[in-house]
């Protein structure tokens, strides 16, 4: 008897290092991610604008995506690319062009292929960690393309807010 709880509480003692190492990490779910993309949508076309939206899960996976009629094929890709830039590198990707652009440091970016370099990619953040992106293509410019993106996050009161 003494050897078999000898024995599990060796066990228990050996196991909890094991468990600690774990990380909790939120995650997108698929109602959330249509919530955002839809708000995306919703945001251009009161505007007059038609677009594409992406949203990642926090380790890149697609979850959602959204086309507006009329939207350019290549806008598909795009959308996805600028959320996993964002992702990727936990940045506003229009701050981030910006950044490439004026510091001869980062200009390498513009050579990694998965990276694109456009405003309307935005990491999303919950708590302070990041728990995916959303990424909008189509709009009419870099510009018009992150204020959509801006817009759907108040779908969420979940994710952290993010500066304009």
């Known amino acids: ?13 050996l196991a909890s290092p094991a468990y600690a190492q774990l990380r909790n990490i939120n995650d997108l779910a698929l109602a959330a991610a249509n919530k955002l993309a839809s708000a995306a949508v919703a945001a251009c076309q009161a505007q007059g604008r038609h677009i594409v939206v992406t949203i990642l899960d926090h380790g890149g996976n697609v979850v959602a995506v959204q086309r507006a009629d009329g939207v350019g094929p290549h806008n598909t890709e795009a959308s996805r690319r600028k959320a996993y830039t964002a992702l990727s590198t936990k940045s506003d990707t229009y701050a981030l062009a910006a950044a490439a652009r004026n510091n001869p440091d980062m200009s390498n970016l513009t050579t990694v292929p998965e990276l694109l370099l456009l405003g309307g990619g935005l990491p999303l953040r919950a708590q302070g960690q990041v728990v995916g992106a959303i990424g909008v293509a189509g709009g009419g410019g870099a510009l018009q393309d992150r204020a959509c993106a801006q817009a ?4 969420l009161p979940e994710l952290d807010s993010t500066p304009p």
């Open 152 to 155: 759907a996050l108040a779908a």
């Open 1 to 13: 008897m003494k050897t078999l709880i000898f024995g599990s509480t060796l066990l228990c003692l």
